[in-house]
RNA sequence: GUGGGAUUAGCUCAAUGGUAGAGCACCGCACUGUGGAUGCGGUGGUUGUGGGUUCAAAACCCAUAUCCCACCCCA
């Protein structure tokens, strides 16, 4: 007797099943187009990543959720990657010779031990562009514009972009004479203002022993009107890093608009934070309110990191696209277009009986060679139970050649939605079927 | 990593300590040249897993795994 090993999957991680690979190649697809539109292009790197290359990049608490792996023989220490940016980085310090600026996209898995919810895999796909090479805030409002146009083309029409520069934040702490050392815990707070409100965000920050004195001083300053920049420069005269900043800020603003960015979906939000360590200067962030599912897409500039694997240190911007949350909000809202279909085979050309079997082969490989994706049945079963698995499957066609058809060398064509049936010269087929399908 | 909820047929869910059920799905037949409609019949469960309490456990207790929710953080 055979024992099973029962059929488990690691936590956190899953299956991607035929049907929602097509959803998910759709995606990818729109991405992947608008990342070329705008002239990215792609890069690919390996999952594992010597763990010194990635450690001490995004801050202890993102440390803490990296794999760990190793040789057999151990004589290495690796990490499954947690993002695609450590490793461009790295990339890129290693091939000096890149032409300037480098612009690359990169779609792949990346791992984190989280412990998983709705849209919050251990495993996902990140879509990363990035441009390496620039400090230019043109670059970082192309990366907005170019995120907008993709959650467009997705048909995404309710969404908000939030931007922030990590100078901003940084002048805030200096302004309200926050220690710092206490930096962290003030960016911690402010960005639960979303959720816990004015009064909470005073109790956090106390929490964080942040003095009384800086704590009056940073809810006076956030309760100022955003989009007043002169004002905050004006706040922010006797700390250069804040007024450049702002300064950014304004750029990005202006260079978005003429692009076309909608200006009320890209909103400035000094208290949107972000987690990862390595920003210095735009941070954005995309959040969709209806499903609660957290924020679609993310990114900043970050012109420290590659100076940590080269003496030559360069700027880069960029931004990471989350298809897995993507996914599931389209799916949730029902947004997929109706004709992506269930499968990616477009006709199964039944087999009658023995006899008529050569027939059936011979035009099932004719439709291949046209390009038509053609499935053939191979038992010997009636019509009934071809039938039930083309509709099953959701095979838009299917040919029949019975004694009929083969006696005059026709075929018959079944659109399985309709149930219409027309007979068609067998050397038609083809053409016919292309026909058809181009209006699907 | 912390706290809460869930877990019963392929799916959605019933069964409050006493014989494990329904709907849908699947298979078959009515219908051997035609799927989705209807009717009839059928397959399918060591109740997530491992212990314990009890004459008796799907149910009560303990542990554990996974999923969901909140925190944390993030895509």
Redesign the pocket.
Known sequence: MATFVEP??????RDIVPQKMILRRYVIGVIEQVFERFGFEPLQTPALELAQTLMGKY?P??EK?MYAARHRDGKEDLALRY?LTVPLSRMVAMNPELVKPFKRYQIAPVW?A?????????E?Y?CDADIVGTSSMLADAEIIAMIFTILRELGFQEFVTKLNNRKVLGALGEYAGVPPALLGGLS?AL??LD?IGREGVREELRKNEIPAESIEKILNLIALPVDDLATWREKFRAFPRGVEGINELEQVLQYTRAMGVNPARLQIDLTM????DYYTGPIF??VVTEP?I?????GGRYDGLIGLFSKNPLPVTGA???I??IIDVMQELKMFPDNLGKTVTQVLVTV?DAERRAQSIALTMNLRAAGINAEMWYDDD????Q??Y???RGIPYAV?I????AASNVA?L??????E?QQIAQTDMAAVLQEKLRHL
């Open positions: 488990r999957l690691p936590r956190g991680m801050g608490d993102a959720l993002d984190r989280e412990r998983p919810q709705k849209g919050r895999y251990r996902f990140q911690r960005d639960k959720k934070v972000r987690g990862l962030e995309t609660k957290g924020s679609l897409t993310g990471s696209v989350g897995e949350r009658f009636g019509l009934g139970k039938l039930k083309a509709a099953a029949i019975g004694p009929d058809e018959t079944r659109d399985l939605a309709t149930g049936q």
